[in-house]
T-cell receptor, first 113, second 112 residues
Framework: NAGVTQTPKFQVLKTGQSMTLQCAQDMNHNSMYWYRQDPGMGLRLIYYSASEGTTDKGEVPNGYNVSRLNKREFSLRLESAAPSQTSVYFC????????????FGDGTRLSIL | LAKTTQPISMDSYEGQEVNITCSHNNIATNDYITWYQQFPSQGPRFIIQGYKTKVTNEVASLFIPADRKSSTLSLPRVSLSDTAVYYCLVGDRTTGANNLFFGTGTRLTVIP
């Protein structure tokens, strides 16, 4: 069982370039999330999708867009990358219901020069 | 958005019990308390979750006092492989929004 799969695992971009980070889950989960984690910091929520067809902003949405392509896939797009967006990006998914935890992928390490 | 406060770091010797306390003074009625573990270069992994009193599973126990303004994660007899960052989260489980604030976590180092 693959769980949450993120691609790519590593990427280096130049300032101003665009990029889409991909996330897919095979657990039939309803909700999906994108977080960023800067060195020595906790995770900060960028965007989330409570269910297929809906997306909402989290704590740090500026500079990002998301698409909930279907129930399995939730992508994160950087339209014009900036050095401040250098971070590790984590995708998570969750089944709706009391007591259901989030399941995380292993992250995409993104460097913007 | 209920935020949490945890110690930045803790050290423990192998075989000891470790207790990590989290403060969440603004916890709301519908909020649950969840703990995650994160190893380097990996995503966080769910450990345990609770609403009130005590919860125990195969890896940890979670103690929540009656006022719910704090919680304590207890790891029995830690080993070197328990060295990780531990996050306490407070969030609303009754809606799909599920706003969660991770904070900086507690870096636990287990010493041989």
């Amino acid at each position: 069982n693959a769980g949450v799969t993120q691609t790519p695992k590593f990427q280096v971009l130049k300032t101003g370039q665009s990029m889409t980070l991909q996330c897919a889950q095979d657990m039939n989960h309803n909700s999906m999330y994108w977080y960023r984690q800067d060195p020595g910091m906790g995770l900060r929520l960028i965007y989330y999708s409570a269910s297929e067809g809906t997306t909402d902003k989290g704590e740090v949405p500026n500079g990002y867009n998301v698409s909930r392509l279907n129930k399995r896939e939730f992508s994160l797009r950087l339209e014009s990358a900036a050095p401040s967006q250098t971070s590790v990006y984590f995708c998570a998914s969750r089944l709706l219901g009391v007591g259901q935890p989030q399941h995380f992928g292993d992250g995409t390490r993104l460097s913007i020069l | 958005l209920a935020k949490t406060t945890q110690p930045i770091s803790m050290d423990s010797y192998e075989g000891q019990e470790v207790n990590i306390t989290c403060s969440h003074n603004n916890i709301a009625t519908n909020d649950y308390i969840t703990w995650y573990q994160q190893f380097p270069s990996q995503g966080p992994r769910f450990i345990i979750q609770g609403y009130k009193t005590k919860v125990t599973n195969e890896v940890a126990s979670l103690f929540i006092p009656a006022d719910r303004k704090s919680s304590t994660l207890s790891l029995p007899r830690v080993s070197l492989s328990d060295t990780a960052v531990y996050y306490c989260l407070v969030g609303d489980r009754t809606t799909g929004a599920n706003n969660l604030f991770f904070g900086t976590g507690t870096r636990l180092t287990v010493i041989p």
